[in-house]
């Protein structure tokens, strides 16, 4: 009997699924994509030969290539799950081998850049879904990757022309892949984004750079009494250099916009605090421990915080 999307309940969703970049988000997807029977065929591709290797050795991929237009030949589905940055580049050099009507996607944390990158060198017969996983760790590569990663999160679609059938499929992946799915424009992402992911990884590049070169505070220091609200900090900013490089320079704007609000914000803090104004800053620490408590059943919370999402590689 076919389900919703026209396919009998045991065939995978997809027949051809080409993964390029089988780092941390690629393998992941690799690995659900397996265990929710959402392809027949995973196919896997990485510049990197190291990748491959691994790729190889844990064995996330039926077929393993080096070129983008090689991968994505016969393929239904392929997903971009490299850098912001290399998007446009990778979409370049796959266009040659995409099929007519193959449906491409990525997992890029900002989207209206990597629309303007991609879609130029999609041919008229692909369809185009940008996504983006709002899951993640400070971990990289093949190896940081777990099927669960995606269960529970929110993952955000930004199709060019609103919901269609191919967004209709793309849905029904990340849902097979255990997320919620939210569609909005790519412009509305980027803003949003910027204020839940971007500017605090910002923020904590930061504190731990300025914290790591005060003279008085040595490195050992930083180290030893990194128990408390710094080693939060020391967790995000050990998130990966070129994916965030890539993240700040293509959604500059956004981010620039909310680092304003956010300088003027710290600013009435300073403020509050040279005055002695007691009740500025405790009704603002009672508004954001609110705000945590909706976010964070307390009851789940342990005495050992979890940093970093663990690889619990449960169904
Ligand atoms: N890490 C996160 O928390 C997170 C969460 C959501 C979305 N994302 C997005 O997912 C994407 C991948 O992030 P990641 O954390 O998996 O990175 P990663 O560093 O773990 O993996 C990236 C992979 O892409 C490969 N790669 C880089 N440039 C390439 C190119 N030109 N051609 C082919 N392969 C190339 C690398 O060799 C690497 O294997 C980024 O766009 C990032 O913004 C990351
Ligand atoms: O949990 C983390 O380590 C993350 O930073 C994940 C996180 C986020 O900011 O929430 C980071 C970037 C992504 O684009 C999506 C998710």
């Known amino acids: 009997m076919p389900d919703g999307l026209g396919r009998g309940l045991d065939a995978p969703l997809f027949e051809r699924v080409v993964i390029i970049g089988v780092g941390l988000i690629g393998s992941s997807?690799?690995?659900v994509a397996r265990r929710k029977n959402l392809a027949r065929t995973i196919v896997a591709c990485d510049r990197s030969a190291a990748v491959r290797e691994r790729v190889v050795a844990l064995g996330l991929a039926d077929e393993t290539y080096?070129?983008?237009a090689e991968a994505v030949r016969g393929a239904d589905f392929v997903i971009l799950c490299v850098p912001v940055g290399a998007c446009g580049g990778v979409a370049e050099q796959m266009k040659e081998g995409l099929a007519p009507g193959v449906i491409v996607s990525d997992v890029g944390s900002v989207k209206q850049s990597v629309v303007n990158q991609v879609a130029p060198h999609l041919p008229e017969n692909a369809l185009f879904v940008p996504a983006h996983?709002?899951?993640g760790t400070e971990n990289s590569g093949p190896d940081?990757?777990?099927?669960?990663l995606f269960k529970g999160r929110w993952c955000i679609l930004t199709p060019p022309g609103g919901s269609d059938a191919a967004t209709d499929r793309v849905r029904a992946f990340w849902e097979g892949a255990g997320s919620n799915v939210e569609v909005m424009t790519p412009a509305h992402h980027d803003l949003v984004l910027a204020i839940t992911s971007h500017v605090p990884h910002l923020i904590a590049y930061n504190i731990v750079g300025t914290a790591a070169d005060l003279e008085e505070v040595t490195q050992s220091e930083v180290i030893k009494f990194s128990a408390g609200?710094?080693?939060?900090?020391?967790r995000i900013a050990a998130s990966d250099p070129t994916m965030w490089r890539d993240v700040f320079l293509n959604n500059k704007d956004a981010v620039l916009e909310m680092l304003g609000r956010f300088s003027e914000d710290l600013t009435a803090l300073q403020r509050a605090i040279r005055w002695g104004d007691g009740d500025a800053l405790f009704n603002l620490f009672t508004r954001?421990?609110?705000i945590r408590r909706s976010i964070i059943d307390v009851g789940q919370e342990t005495a050992e915080p979890?940093?970093?999402r663990r690889k619990v590689d449960e169904a």
Do not use: K, M, W
């Open 29 to 31: 997807l690799a690995r």
């Open 66 to 68: 080096e070129a983008p």
């Open 133 to 135: 996983p709002v899951a």
């Open 144 to 148: 940081a990757g777990f099927a669960t």
């Open 229 to 234: 609200g710094f080693r939060d900090f020391t």
């Open 288 to 290: 954001t421990r609110a």
């Open 306 to 308: 979890d940093f970093g």
